[in-house]
């Protein structure tokens, strides 16, 4: 999609960047990781790295929701399968600078799927800058977090 827009003049393929928050933090995270060089930057809001860590320390009401929406990581073609594709495994590939955000309390997604990335990446001396809002569980959403960010994202 990326090739198709950029060819025909609809976006600048060299300056696009990916944004998302909560499973579109995660998809940041894995399009950064799965498509080198098609994102200028990415901003993962509360997002996962890694879908068998996440899933593994989920809630147990919330694992059997994420059973049928997401399959069971104790079959082993479901292990495999998010293993291979976890954005976390494969940080080495991501080359640009990323925003990343998540609130200490989030229920959903454990900050620590933040912090790995971060830690990950940081350890490759690129650009990345992790706003840690001590207020709600996902930035966003109250009026505080979401002042939070906006005041963070024209830093960035």
Request: aromatic share 10%.
């Amino acid at each position: 999609m990326h090739t198709y827009l950029a060819k025909e003049r609809i976006i600048d393929g060299d300056n696009v960047a990916v944004t998302g928050g909560s499973c579109g933090g995660y998809a940041v995270n894995a399009a950064l990781a799965n498509f080198p060089g098609y994102f200028a930057a990415g901003v993962s809001r509360f997002g996962g790295a890694d879908w068998v860590t996440a899933l593994q320390i989920a809630s147990p009401s919330l694992k059997v929701a994420d059973i049928i929406e997401y399959g069971d990581i104790s079959e082993p073609n479901w292990l495999s399968y998010y293993q291979q594709y976890s954005p976390a495994r494969q940080a080495e590939n991501i080359n640009v600078p990323v925003l990343y955000s998540h609130g200490v309390m989030d229920p959903r997604v454990d900050i620590a799927e933040t912090e790995v990335m971060v830690k990950t990446l940081r350890k490759m001396v690129l650009k990345r800058r992790l706003s840690v809002c001590q207020m709600k569980g996902m930035v966003g959403e109250d009026w505080k977090t979401s002042y939070f960010m906006r005041r963070r994202k024209p830093l960035f």
